[in-house]
């Protein structure tokens, strides 16, 4: 599989770490919990209720925070646009561990390794300022 600037992935763990340099401000996975809790929940009130029109909601409330971040704080293009498989199963890891509070750490040591291995010369120069790739 390859994103949308046609890298290459071989597995889910090479796209993982692409993933998360691609969601390194926190921000940028704030509005993503923000928006995949608020899909969750439309979808729950579609399935519980007799409001089914909330379904129609959930790819607007799931999608625009999330792109937002991209956009405006990330500076890049949503990961879903090249590689939607390997996206929503990293989209659902990354929440899983928002929730058991462990994204951050992981974040610092996908960036951290990013720093130690050799810079392609695509990256931008701001990752030596902040520490982060867009």
């Known amino acids: 599989m390859e994103d949308s600037e046609g890298r290459e992935f071989d597995s889910f763990e090479d796209f993982w770490e692409y993933y998360v340099l691609e969601h390194s401000k926190k921000i940028t996975r704030q509005l993503h919990f923000a928006g995949a809790t608020a899909a969750l929940a439309c979808a729950a009130t579609a399935i519980l209720t007799p409001h089914k029109w909330t379904a129609f909601l959930i790819p607007v409330v799931g999608y625009l925070p999330a792109w937002i971040g991209h956009f405006v704080y990330e500076e890049n293009v949503p990961a879903t646009f090249g590689n939607p498989i390997f996206s929503a199963r990293a ?15 992981e974040v610092e040591r996908v960036v951290d390794d990013a720093m ?11 990752m030596m300022t902040d520490r982060t790739l867009h």
Do not use: F, Q
């Open 116 to 126: 130690a291995a050799p810079m392609p010369p695509d990256i931008r120069p701001n």
């Open 91 to 105: 989209g659902m890891k990354m929440y899983r561990m928002m929730v058991e509070g462990t994204m951050d750490a």
